[in-house]
């Protein structure tokens, strides 16, 4: 058991890995969300009373869900670039299974990340095939990813600071890493909703921004036929 | 030692008092010596491969590896386990706060506070030098149309999840691209807040990783790691009932073996002291020699631990328990010395005994000694320091008994009569032997049956069955694999070159090959520092390809930015950016940024006139196809393979020369006693020799180097047994014989109870020793018997009438 200086190696890769997520905050503010961004920040909680007030609703509600479907408009805000780079389509989550990712504007891409790894077909063929096996990284971002879309709040606070506040009957959930590693390249994120999770916003360092918004949101505690199918590698 | 001489010192030889002088003071010295410089500065060494010489030529390079192989040893893992993941977390802060309390861990990692930033400038300042292999490739070749596709699908899909740097700095996704094929292979682990765990079915592990100050393998690092590991255990365990704590790493081994060999050493030693001190009071009758005796063990241990201490800087383990053995041999001259006595009791005084036995033990001596010296000719450090450790010791024990026994030693009032009985016994046992047609039958027989075992002999030299741990630690150690997911692997690639451009020139095209080898799943990973910072000459390949193809007009640049979005002035501002782009990254640059952290250890640096680097593998499935590899400047390295190499080599090797010391004994004890007596003493050591190794073909018993080393032994003592029973027959006193027989037969009981205790040890290689002594030690001792005292014209008239 000679090669134990692989935990420098963890060290490194999961601080790429943190970076990864930068690049959904390279944006600029989008003006509508910003005075509800920085009020949340100053409420600061903990999972057990977000739960036990702000988010018991949908935490509810989400906690028997199996299937949750929505559109999704996603836009990224760049300095440099005087319109933020637009996309749209439509996505699956799973419960326990995964998220289906189907970009298509501007142009057909899918993108597939569940446990086993990340899988992206661009009209139709094979572009990308990221094995969680050889990059943990996917699985930290889809632990991530399904914490957030399940509103599972103590899983969340292991990574975050938790903040909370309810506003014109939407609730925000403000969220910012504990490390040093993560917060140098992700600043902070906003959760917010009514019954469920409908804007996801990113921001860096530099106070870029990614928004992802979600509409038609419809969730299902069965998992109908075909479902399973997406997820198919 | 008190006693003063006794008055009739004055009366004894000059010769006698000169050397009594003369060896009372190199003792006085010695001790002064060993008490004030060795013992202070006494250091034990436990490593097995420490044992064993290295198997490349370079010794420079030799000493780099060996350098990159013992900070490696020096890390140590451990999980911290519990239910929910909070309370793994404070448990393993509770533990890693203790361990870092202690000076016996230079580094603890534990939280996880690194900048990334700091890391990735030094790569984004020299990006416009650095791609990742198949961009090179494909821009190269001109297949720019996946580089497009790549960026768009990073600016609108979530593919860009897993890019360390973002779109604003990276729009190509060129520096991701590279930054990406520098990732490890990390198996389950996960960041989780600021700790590094993995999850299981129903616990949660935290990882906590430190680094011992020092070699794990020495017994001065052990001694203050594991009270501190005892105490951050408990510390953990005080945090919830529930902890559950899994480690790995060579500490937990060492230090296992540590206590097992001197646990073992202690118990042994002190039945063996025991054992020995019953036989000799009762065949002595008088504490004088027992003192005496003890006394001379005493020097002989202290002499032979500060010729080592001295000639190698480390004791090896393996040289204490040969030490704790040394008692049979050094034993062996104080009992010709004492049972010298049995053949004239009224009349024998201790100088009488030095001039009747002391030819006897000095020819002993230099048979014995004439085998060590070869020994230690042999280029195998452990060899050399188990040669040197009973050559020392036991060339002091006969000092002792020749220079000092004359005038210590006194004829007690009482002698016991067992001792010569028994010895009368056995004389009159052999002195009325006849060698009948039955028996001769019947010895021929067995012997011929023990030796056919000799074709079912297993040769068993692979280190991991030589050298075992306790299967608690083996199970953890294999907990901690499961967990992980990833093996760890011992087996790499040393990378050398004139120059550090060559070594990176070389280990690209390693690279190459073993980028061939993971597209066929014989291979998981590997980790290359050229990954990170490739040669000059390859970085000038990759500013060039750039320049051609990405920001030369109405290239890449100009094709996938203004379909983001970007306006003229901020892809105008990227050109400039890059024609205005220094120099490529050097290594020495590279090596004192933050981004080496994780790769730092693989450069090996300058040793002696060349450069050398490591290439570490993961998840290695088909160790064949890394073996057919074959560059110039590029050599496997894989010591486990290597040192049963080694160990197989040296067994072949120390059989022939155990084979050539018989040659050159036989010829000694041919002109020492004619040709016509040195087959009886030298056919039974021999014979022993071969019906021990048949008898383990027959009980399989695997027979390895550490068998060849105890055979060794054994030549030195049969031949011992010879020269005496010999010595006592050609005097012309009757009585001597029967006393011969009797510090034999004594000599050959110390023995057994020396080394047969050693059979009993739980480290398979002492096991080794132990039994093969045990076993040729008693065959010698009863050949000898056989071979000098049985009358030889009785079995010649058996042989005539058939």
């Excluded at chain 2, 496997?636 to 020369?657: F, H, K, N, P, Q």
């Excluded at chain 2, 068998?707 to 010595?727: K, N, Q, S």
Aim: glycine content about 6%.
């Amino acid at each position: 058991m000679k090669s134990f200086a692989f935990i420098r190696f963890l060290v490194a890769a999961c601080a790429l890995l943190f970076a990864s997520i930068s690049a959904e905050a390279q944006t600029r503010k989008p003006p509508q969300a910003d005075v509800a961004d920085e009020a949340v920040f100053k409420q600061p909680s903990t999972g057990k009373s977000l739960l036990d007030t702000l988010l018991a609703e949908p935490a509810k509600a989400l906690s028997k869900t199996q299937v949750l479907q929505a559109r999704f408009t996603q836009k990224k805000y760049l300095s440099e670039i005087p319109q933020p780079l637009i996309a749209n389509g439509d996505f699956v989550f799973l419960r326990d299974v995964g998220v289906y990712w189907h970009t298509e504007k501007p142009f057909d891409s899918v993108f597939v990340l569940t446990q086993q790894g990340i899988l992206q077909r661009d009209e139709g063929s094979e572009a990308l095939r990221v094995s969680s096996d050889k990059q943990p990284a996917v699985r930290v971002i889809a632990d991530i990813f399904f914490a957030l879309f399940t509103l599972n709040v103590s899983k969340l606070e292991t990574d975050f600071e938790m903040f909370g506040q309810k506003q014109d009957g939407r609730w925000i959930l403000g969220l910012r890493p504990k490390s040093a590693a993560v917060a140098s390249v992700f600043k902070q994120a906003t959760v917010s909703g009514t019954a469920v999770v409908e804007q996801v916003v990113f921001t860096d360092k530099r106070g870029d921004r990614t928004v992802i918004e979600m509409s038609g949101v419809t969730q299902s505690a069965e998992v109908r036929a075909g479902i399973r199918e997406l997820f198919k590698r | 030692m008190s006693t003063s001489p006794s008055s009739g010192f004055r009366g004894l030889g000059a010769g006698i008092r000169w050397r009594f002088f003369a060896w009372s003071g190199f003792v006085a010295a010695l001790l002064i010596v060993f008490l004030f410089r060795v013992l202070p500065a006494l250091k034990i060494e436990t490593d097995i491969l420490a044992l064993l010489p290295s198997a490349q030529q370079d010794s420079a390079v030799d000493d780099a590896l060996d350098d990159f192989a013992a900070r490696l040893a020096r890390k140590q893992l451990f999980l911290i386990g519990a239910p929910t993941p909070d309370v793994a977390k404070s448990a393993a802060a509770a533990f890693a706060e203790k361990l870092a309390a202690s000076d016996a861990f230079s580094r603890i990692d534990f939280e996880i506070d690194a900048d990334l930033q700091q890391s990735l400038a030094v790569y984004l300042q020299h990006r416009g030098f650095l791609l990742s292999s198949s961009d090179l490739d494909a821009l190269q070749s001109g297949r720019t149309s996946a580089l497009e596709r790549r960026a768009l699908r990073a600016a609108f899909t979530p593919a860009s999840f897993v890019q360390p740097v973002g779109l604003a700095d990276d729009p190509m996704g060129l520096l991701n691209a590279f930054l990406e094929q520098q990732k490890p292979f990390l198996g389950n682990a996960r960041l989780d807040g600021t700790v590094l765990s993995i999850t299981s079915a129903d616990f949660t592990y935290v990882m906590v990783a430190a680094e011992c100050a020092e070699s794990p393998f020495a017994s001065s690092l052990q001694e203050r790691a594991m009270p501190a590991i005892e105490r951050a255990k408990q510390a953990a365990t005080a945090v919830a009932t529930d902890v559950r704590i899994l480690s790995s790493g060579a500490l937990q081994h060492a230090a296992a073996a540590t206590e097992r060999a001197t646990s073992e050493i202690a118990t042994f030693g002190t039945l063996e002291t025991i054992a020995v001190i019953l036989l000799l009071w009762t065949i002595l009758g008088a504490l004088r020699p027992l003192l005496l005796a003890s006394i001379t063990l005493g020097i002989a241990a202290l002499t032979a631990l500060t010729v080592v201490h001295y000639l190698f800087g480390t004791v090896h383990i393996l040289a204490l328990v040969f030490g704790s053995s040394l008692i049979g041999g050094v034993i062996d001259y104080s009992i010709h010395f004492f049972a010298d006595r049995f053949r004239d009791p009224k009349n024998w005084t201790p100088p009488a005994a030095v001039s009747h036995v002391g030819g006897a033990i000095l020819l002993g001596l230099t048979t014995t000694l004439i085998g060590y010296v070869v020994l230690m000719l042999v280029p195998f450090p452990g060899l050399k320091q188990i040669a040197a450790f009973c050559a020392a010791g036991l060339a002091a024990g006969c000092g002792c008994v020749l220079c000092w026994y004359p005038v210590f030693a006194k004829a007690g009032r009482r002698l016991p009569t067992a001792g010569p009985r028994a010895g009368a016994a056995i004389d009159r046992f052999f002195a009325e032997w006849r060698w009948t047609r039955l028996r001769v039958a019947i010895g021929g027989l067995s012997l011929a049956l023990a030796l056919i075992g000799l074709q079912r002999v297993i040769i068993q030299d692979d280190i991991r069955a030589l050298q075992s741990s306790p299967p608690e630690l083996v199970a953890q150690e294999q907990a901690v694999r499961d967990l992980l997911g990833s093996g760890v692997e011992t087996r790499f690639f040393l990378v050398t070159g004139e120059s550090e451009q060559s070594v990176m020139n070389a280990e690209r095209r390693l690279t190459r090959a073993l980028d061939g080898l993971i597209d066929r799943k014989s291979l998981t990973s590997y980790q290359a520092i050229t990954a990170s910072v490739p040669s000059i000459e390859q970085q000038q390949a990759m500013h060039r390809a750039q320049a051609e193809h990405v920001y030369s007009r109405g290239g890449l640049l100009d094709r996938v930015l203004p379909t983001l979005g970007f306006p003229a002035d901020a892809i105008e501002r990227r050109r400039r950016e890059f024609e205005s782009a220094g120099e490529p990254i050097t290594l020495e640059e590279w090596l004192k940024t933050p981004a080496a952290e994780a790769q730092r250890h693989l450069w090996l640096g300058k040793a002696g006139t060349n450069y050398a680097a490591v290439v570490a593998l993961g998840g290695i499935r088909d160790v064949g196809s890394l073996r057919e590899i074959d560059l110039p400047q590029v050599r496997l390295i894989d010591r486990v393979t290597a040192t049963t190499e080694i160990l197989g080599r040296y067994r072949s090797v120390m059989s022939w020369l155990l084979a050539g010391i018989y040659v050159v004994a036989g010829l000694v004890l041919t002109v020492r006693f004619g040709w016509r007596i040195a087959p009886r003493l030298l056919v039974p050591s021999a014979l022993a020799t071969a019906v021990t190794l048949g008898l383990f073909g027959w009980f399989g018993v695997p027979v390895n180097l550490f068998t060849l080393l105890a055979l060794w032994l054994v030549l030195g003592l049969g031949i011992d047994y010879g020269i005496f029973i010999r010595h006592g027959q050609a005097s012309k006193d009757e009585a001597s014989r029967p006393t011969a027989i009797l510090s034999v037969t004594l000599s050959a009981c110390t023995t057994l109870l020396a080394f047969g205790t050693l059979s009993f040890s739980a480290t398979p290689f002492i096991r080794s020793i132990g039994l093969t002594l045990l076993c040729a030690i008693m065959l010698s001792w009863v050949f000898v018997l056989f071979s000098c005292l049985t009358n030889a014209n009785s079995s010649r008239q058996v042989e005539s009438p058939s």
